[in-house]
C-alpha cells in the first residue's frame, strides 16, 4: 500500500496525487469477476434511455473496494458502481459508505447485488430514475 500524506487544506502539496493514474490503473486490471460489473449496469441504463453527461473510473479505495465507476446522468444523478472481491465484502463496503459518507451525501441510497455496491446520489430531485437505477440493477 501507498503511505498517506497529508496537508493543510489549501496546501500545494500535490504529492499524494502522483500517483493516482497508476492505481487506477493497478484498481483496473486486478477486478474480480463479479456477476454485476459496472458495464453491464451501465449498458443496461443506455439500454433504458437513461443517459450519462460524463462516465469514468474512480477511485475504489474509497469505498474500500477493488474497482469504483461513476457515472453521472443529464439530471446531475450521480450513479458510482464499486465491485467488490465477496458478496459479504460489499455489505461491509456498504455499511463502511452508509457510515462514512452520510453527512456529505445525505440523501444517497445504497443497494447490494452479490459482490457489487451501487450508490445513487442527488438523486431526491428526481426520484423515478433514482429508482430505475435500483431496480435495474436488482434485477442483473
Request: hydrophobic residues 45%.
Amino acid at each position: 500500500t501507498m503511505p498517506v500524506t497529508t496537508g493543510v487544506p489549501g496546501t500545494k502539496d500535490l504529492a499524494p496525487l502522483q500517483q493516482l493514474g497508476v492505481r487506477l490503473s493497478d484498481e483496473s486490471k486486478h477486478r474480480s469477476a463479479v456477476k454485476v460489473p459496472a458495464e453491464k449496469l451501465f449498458a443496461a441504463l443506455t439500454h433504458d434511455g437513461i443517459a450519462l453527461a460524463s462516465h469514468h473510473q474512480v477511485l475504489a479505495a474509497a469505498a474500500a473496494a477493488e474497482y469504483c465507476d461513476l457515472g453521472v446522468t443529464n439530471e446531475t444523478i450521480a450513479i458510482a458502481v464499486c465491485e467488490y472481491a465477496s458478496a459479504a465484502d460489499a455489505q461491509k463496503g456498504k455499511a463502511f459508505m452508509d457510515t462514512r459518507y452520510a453527512k456529505l451525501v445525505p440523501d444517497a441510497v445504497r443497494s447490494v447485488n452479490g459482490a457489487t455496491l451501487v450508490t445513487v446520489a442527488n438523486g431526491s430531485s428526481h426520484p423515478e430514475l433514482r429508482d430505475h437505477v435500483i431496480h435495474t440493477f436488482l434485477s442483473l
